[in-house]
């Protein structure tokens, strides 16, 4: 049997009287609870049908959502508490950090963590930049703790509270985070933000080169990361770069009897003499890589050699077989 | 030996939802409503709507109205209105064909309190904003007849606000995220997409980039995943597929090995179907898992509307459709 007390057992609940969970006479979903939460979710009905706000009814929408996380009804319930009562929001946020050591994970914990910020209004978001980063190191492509990052520096940004060095810091962060997994996309999507759409980026005045050779360097340490790949796309289109000038780096790819034939030498251009590879490639890498093989084609196009193009699609059709549809749509696009 | 659809095994798996007596369910009340709809989808897809008990069901829906705080529905009795109840709470009704007994101007009122000045959309007080609330708020006026509201004088910047903010929260990849600025994600393309096809503004999409985003999730499995370098889920097998079908890029994926990765990931003995093969079921996977089925043809299912995840026929009568492409229905094995 279990040694759990009932709330209407405990001194601090008396004089409220619970109201239990009223299915109807036949329901359709009936819904049968533990003790604990059963016990939990009568008293909380009652106190917010009375719109009591209190330090057991604190304590009480604390229980409920170490229980249930998703519960959204308890977590609004929970910050009308917080706000009416004047506590402290800082230790809030503390909790909250605990909450995320126990694995407790929902929306709902991410939005209160923001409503808590947006209340606190530290003069630096420092701490709470640094927290995030941390927390990322177990989960480093926890969809909503990069969102949550982003509202923190757009938030912040706004009021005027994050420094030139800061977004400098955080950039070199995100390279950090590059580096022990180039794979990373939410980290590719982050330094786009950092880099290039946030407001003040600086609009690069080298047209995106530097940003088109790292690109290409982390492309050399991991060739068949599409991560890399459409970014390099990204860079070339955002900045209204041909392709052309890009494929004598790609030569390392593109290494196959079938393609020698078929790869052009472009002309040059503002973008020539991008820095060769240095290290050879792993001698058991597959190739050649398909997304190269893929920009091979593209720059075909673009050069206006469709005849080749098309067979580079005809080839990339072999090659990667699972997308064999989409291959034979460029390759007809290219026949007419 | 290949596998088929069990459908029998799964329509009693969903008529027995409310029977288990376990602990995960009543931790899933938040999300109720949400799953009665996932379940009565999934019949309609099998053709057995008639499974569940229509009056209950009706019933159930009016119970889930939230008169008090927002004048709208919440995921059960005495939970909060919410934009996500709400259009579960629609479909339902638009599925049960008893849509005149929702009360369309505070649903209307309650949709138009949640759009914010930068086109950003909540979900309720709490203020949560999401591309998914977008498309729910534009799916629920479509359903309900009533997109008219944002065309009107003092809402008018709303449609457009609506609009701008889901352009912004396109990517450089051409997917879309939860708000401008974040990373592209399968089920945010989705409902950015059905959106988009709902405010008859697909131009703003790049259809051939984010077609090729799409088709690049199919993994070497026959699964889909949501962004580069994650795990396949069945659930993909929904989002990413609805998606390349509004787009008209549907045969841009191997339907064989989808068809075979959803199959594989069915329990044969409790019914069901799981996010990958040997996982447990519960009735989310089950529903996009035939849904996702039924967008590429597998036989014997009824069609499937991908711009509201809602059974074709229900949405042509209402007389709502809009283009997409299917994969025609195989013949039956």
């Known amino acids: 049997t279990s040694s759990y007390i009932p709330l209407s057992d405990r001194g601090q609940w008396a004089g409220i009287t619970p109201i239990p969970q009223n299915d109807g006479p036949n329901p359709l979903v009936a819904i049968m609870y533990s003790p604990e939460y059963r016990d939990a979710m009568d008293f909380f009905r009652a106190v917010s049908a009375s719109g009591e706000k209190s330090e057991r009814a604190l304590e009480l929408t604390e229980t409920i959502i170490r229980m249930n996380p998703a519960h959204y009804t ?9 706000l009416e ?8 946020l503390e909790l ?23 209340h606190i209004s530290p003069a630096s978001p420092q701490a709470e930049i640094d927290y995030i980063h941390t927390s990322l190191l177990p989960d480093p492509k926890n969809y909503h703790t990069w969102a949550y990052l982003h509202w923190l520096f757009s938030h912040f940004h706004t009021l005027g509270r994050i420094t030139p060095k800061m977004w400098q810091e955080e950039q070199r962060w995100c390279d950090e985070m590059l580096r022990v997994d180039g794979r990373n996309n939410s980290a590719w999507g982050w330094r786009w933000f950092l880099t290039i759409a946030r407001p003040e980026a600086g609009g690069l005045a080298d047209q995106g080169r530097g940003e088109i050779i790292y690109t290409l360097k982390q492309i050399h340490t991991i060739p068949h990361n599409v991560s890399a790949w459409n970014y390099l796309r990204g860079l070339l289109k955002h900045f209204s770069h041909p392709f052309s000038p890009i494929l004598p780096a790609l030569h390392p790819y593109l290494a196959h009897p079938d393609l020698k034939s078929l790869i052009p030498s472009p002309p040059s251009s503002s973008l020539s003499n991008l820095p060769a590879a240095r290290d050879p490639l ?17 720059t075909l196009v673009e050069m206006g050699r469709l005849g080749d193009a098309g067979l580079i699609f005809a080839k990339l059709g072999e090659l990667d077989r699972m997308r064999a549809g989409y291959w034979e749509y460029r390759r007809r696009a290219c026949a007419d | 030996m290949s596998k088929i659809l069990d459908i029998p095994l799964h329509v009693s798996y969903i008529q027995n939802l409310d029977k288990k007596k376990d602990f995960g369910y009543h931790l899933t009340e938040h999300l109720r409503l949400n799953g009665v709809y996932w379940g009565l989808t999934a019949l309609f897809i099998m053709s057995r709507e008639d499974a569940l008990d229509r009056a209950e069901m009706i019933h159930y829906v009016k119970r889930c109205w939230d008169e008090e705080a927002a004048g709208t529905f919440g995921a059960h009795p005495g939970h909060d209105g919410h934009i996500l109840a709400t259009l579960s709470a629609i479909q339902i009704m638009a599925m049960q064909d008893a849509l005149d007994e929702v009360d369309t101007d505070r649903v209307v009122q309650f949709l138009l309190s949640l759009i914010r000045p930068d086109g950003a959309v909540a979900g309720d007080s709490f203020g949560e904003t999401d591309t998914r609330f977008s498309y729910i708020l534009i799916q629920c006026l479509t359903l309900l007849g009533r997109m008219d509201v944002l065309d009107r004088d003092i809402h008018r910047l709303a449609r457009e606000a609506i609009l701008e903010n889901i352009r912004g929260s396109m990517n450089f ?52 995943n949501g962004r580069p370098e994650k795990l396949e889920d069945v659930c993909y097998s929904w989002w990413d597929v609805a998606a390349l079908s509004i787009l008209g890029r549907l045969h841009w994926i191997n339907r064989d090995k989808l068809i075979a990765f959803i199959i594989g990931a069915q329990d044969l003995e409790g019914g069901g179907i799981a996010d990958r093969p040997g996982d447990w079921v519960d009735v989310f996977h089950t529903v996009f898992g035939l849904a996702g089925l039924s967008l590429v043809g597998y036989p014997g299912l009824e069609d499937i509307d991908p711009l509201y995840c809602m ?9 709502i459709e809009k283009g997409y492409t299917a994969l025609s229905r195989m013949s039956s094995t």
Not at chain 1, 96 to 118: C, D, G, I, P
Request: negative net charge.
């Open chain 2, 173 to 224: 990849d051409g997917g879309f995220g939860t708000e401008p600025g974040a990373e592209s994600h399968g089920g945010q393309v989705w409902v950015c997409v059905a959106a988009l096809a709902l405010l008859d503004r697909l131009d703003v999409v790049d259809r051939d980039l984010l077609g090729a985003w799409l088709s690049e999730r199919q993994l070497p499995n026959g699964g889909l």
């Open chain 1, 74 to 82: 308890v977590w609004q319930y929970r910050m009308a508490i917080l």
């Open chain 1, 85 to 92: 009562l004047g506590k402290d929001l800082e230790v809030e």
């Open chain 2, 311 to 319: 059974p074709a026929k229900v949405i042509r009568r209402m007389g």
């Open chain 1, 282 to 298: 792993p001698g058991d890498t597959p190739l050649p890589i398909s997304h190269a093989v893929e920009f091979l084609a593209d």
């Open chain 1, 96 to 118: 909250m950090n605990e909450f995320a050591r126990e694995n407790l994970k929902s929306y709902q914990v991410w939005h209160h963590r923001l409503l808590l910020m947006t």
